[in-house]
């Protein structure tokens, strides 16, 4: 005979916890003169058991950075244009930066870990050179979205400065090269919001940084006249190109 | 997480506070995509759908009812989202169920891959309805009213919902073996 659904709701009932006294009684009373019903019973445990035994996956680790970084543009703004007056105006957070004013034609290789440390802990100095331009203005912006490295990379302007704004998470150590297809352009400097270990190499008309993990940071690049140029960009792993991606800066189109 | 909590965080997100954002999401980040996962079976559709949710509750926060749960809200936004990617990848109609291998050594590791990838195949073939009220019990271990809230159905049809849906999902795993 088959079990009367009465029960098999209380079975399911008393597995999830959500069953009164009075049923609970009732129900133990059927399975005392059930056997078919304590078979059930046993079986309904058995497959609740297995399910709970299911563990939760993680979710993938750069998936927290990737949704961060793609908020839409109207609510981050408030925060992108923040985060830049961090870096070009606010003492109070700490971070590393650098500015090489006159890195032509030559190779300057800056470790940010050690830089914040030592010349440039006094920020006032660095807002006095480069304070004014805060009123940036976003120029293009390309997501990456790879397995291994997710996140963004925007171009913004100012008077006579171009800015590499970094928000990338890189599982593994990578190099980014950036490219410029103008050469009177030259590096100007680098900072980096919070965090340290991103090496950043330049030379005329090529900026290479090395990074591994989340990081935020900027590449300030002098651009005086506002000339037209275009930056790109390749992601190597392993020294192997993963990604290219291309930023245009064309006033005068 | 409480409400009240929830509340204060969801009032700064309207206010543009992408830090409470954030908290939000590495509160809610992986049972929500271990919801779609469920639902899916696929880790990548299941990254998608995540990310397609949490840009939504951000865009969407103007329109949350307060007094509505949160709770409720992102993971019906899951559900919903997760049931339209099925039906964009057309896998709405139930999966052919193969037996699952069984361990080939003793490690606990695998028994538990095996154990998750025989029931996440058993899901995989009762329908969306059932997989649903399944996934909302057993793997992120809400209450009937919890359910009935977050699905807007009545309690009563959330109990006799889950209960069929555990006799179909017995009647799977019985075919593989597995129970």
């Known amino acids: 005979m088959a079990t009367e659904q009465k029960y098999t709701d209380l079975m399911n009932a008393a597995i999830d916890g959500e069953i009164g006294d009075v049923e609970s009684a ?41 949704i961060m970084s793609s908020l839409s543009p109207s609510k981050t703004a408030q925060e992108s244009t923040g985060l830049l007056q961090t870096l070009l105006a606010a003492p109070v957070l700490k971070y ?3 500015f090489a004013a006159g890195v032509v034609l030559s190779l300057t290789l800056v470790n940010s870990g050690q830089i914040s440390n030592t010349a440039f802990d006094d920020v006032t100095k660095l807002v006095g050179t480069v304070a004014k331009p805060v009123d940036t203005g976003l120029v293009s912006s390309v997501s990456i979205n790879l397995a291994d490295i997710a996140g963004t990379v925007s171009l913004r302007n100012t008077a006579s400065m171009l800015i590499l704004d ?15 297809t103008d ?18 190499s330049a030379q005329a008309g090529k900026v290479t940084l090395a990074m591994q993990g989340k990081r935020r940071y900027a590449v300030y690049l002098h ?26 800066y064309a006033p005068d189109k | 997480m409480s409400r009240t909590d929830d509340t204060k965080l969801i009032e700064r997100c309207i206010e543009g506070d992408r830090q409470a954002f954030e908290s939000l999401l590495v509160l809610y980040e992986k049972p929500v ?38 709770f409720s809200w992102i993971y019906r936004i899951t559900l919903n989202e997760s049931i339209t990617w099925l039906g964009k ?21 695998l028994q538990s891959a095996n154990l998750s990838a025989g029931v996440q195949a058993a899901l995989m073939t ?20 919890e359910i009935s809230q977050i699905l807007e159905i009545p309690e009563k049809k959330v109990k006799s919902r889950l209960y069929s849906a555990r006799q179909l999902l017995k009647d799977a795993l019985t075919r593989t073996g597995m129970h």
């Not at chain 1, 970094?166 to 410029?180: Q, T, V």
């Open chain 2, 33 to 70: 995509f271990n919801t779609a996962l469920r639902m899916l079976n696929s880790r990548d559709d299941a990254r998608d759908v995540t990310q397609t949710v949490f840009l939504k509750v951000f865009e969407n926060f103007g329109s949350f009812d307060p007094s509505r749960r949160f």
């Open chain 1, 96 to 98: 590393a930066a650098t």
């Open chain 1, 183 to 200: 050469r009177t352009i030259w590096f100007n400097g680098f900072a980096q919001l919070e965090s340290s270990g991103t090496t950043v």
């Open chain 2, 89 to 109: 990848s057309k896998r709405l109609e139930p999966l052919q169920l193969e037996a699952v291998d069984e361990a080939k050594g003793p490690e606990q590791e």
């Open chain 1, 223 to 248: 651009n005086e006249g506002g000339r037209n140029t275009t930056i790109r960009l390749r992601f190597l792993d392993g020294g192997e190109v993963v990604h290219e991606a291309r930023l245009e």
């Open chain 1, 26 to 66: 009732e129900l133990q009373s059927y399975l005392d003169d059930s056997a078919e019903g304590r078979a059930m019973n046993e079986q309904l445990a058995n497959l609740c058991s297995t399910l709970d035994r299911v563990e939760a996956e993680e979710p993938p680790p750069h998936l927290r950075h990737l």
């Open chain 2, 126 to 145: 009762i329908k969306t309805d059932y997989r649903t009220v399944i996934v909302l019990k057993h793997f992120l271990g809400f209450s009937y009213s």
């Open chain 1, 166 to 180: 970094f928000d990338l998470f890189a599982k593994r150590p990578i190099e980014i090269e950036a490219d410029y």
